[in-house]
């Protein structure tokens, strides 16, 4: 199941770092463009800034993500000042079941929203898209990024990780047997 879950998880990292480095590019390529036409003929494209900024929504919540899988989220480290090292773990645990449920509650309301906005079938002003689409990545995100903290929470049960407080993973020791 681990093995599976780590594959699962790789891919999802693997496609949210092209679609990032692609998003990217574009945004800045369009901008760019944008820029030179209206400071060289007057005229540029009426949809650039709102598809930067439909963009730039998208590489925000999918770096979130990503950032999950690569523990560099924010995290508040005060459990290792305040905790002894050994219930670390178990401080850990609560954190990451707290952190689970609220990221699940977030995407909840965040499908409830994109809902309600394609009942309503709003469309952006320039580009006419239906805007679900463009919001559709609030409870997206946030489901891969619930599934990444029950992957800590896997590995803190396991053993293999005791602390995940001030942005790091501390590994617990190895002993004979994990060689």
């Known amino acids: ?12 990292a693997t496609l949210e770092k092209f679609f990032l480095v692609v998003a990217v590019m574009v945004m800045t390529l369009v901008v760019f463009f944008d820029f030179i036409l209206r400071e060289t003929v007057a005229s540029g494209f009426i949809w650039a800034k709102e598809l930067a900024a439909f963009l730039m929504i998208w590489v925000g919540f999918i770096g979130a993500s990503l950032a999950t899988k690569e523990n560099k989220h924010l995290v508040v480290g005060i459990p290792e000042k305040l905790f002894p090292k050994k219930i670390l773990p178990y401080v850990s645990l609560f954190v990451n079941i707290v952190v689970f449920g609220v990221t699940l509650l977030i995407a909840y309301l965040g499908y409830e929203y994109v809902s309600e906005t394609k009942a309503f079938a709003d469309t952006s002003l320039v580009l006419k898209i239906p805007l679900w689409i463009v919001q559709v990545i609030i409870p997206a995100s946030l489901i891969v990024i619930a599934f990444r903290f029950v992957g800590v929470t896997v590995q803190i049960l396991q053993g293999k990780v005791t602390s995940i407080g001030a942005g790091t993973k501390v590994r617990a020791p190895q002993t004979e047997e994990d060689h």
């Not at 199941?1 to 999802?12: K, T």
């Open 1 to 12: 199941m681990s093995n599976l879950f780590e594959r699962v998880d790789n891919l999802l």
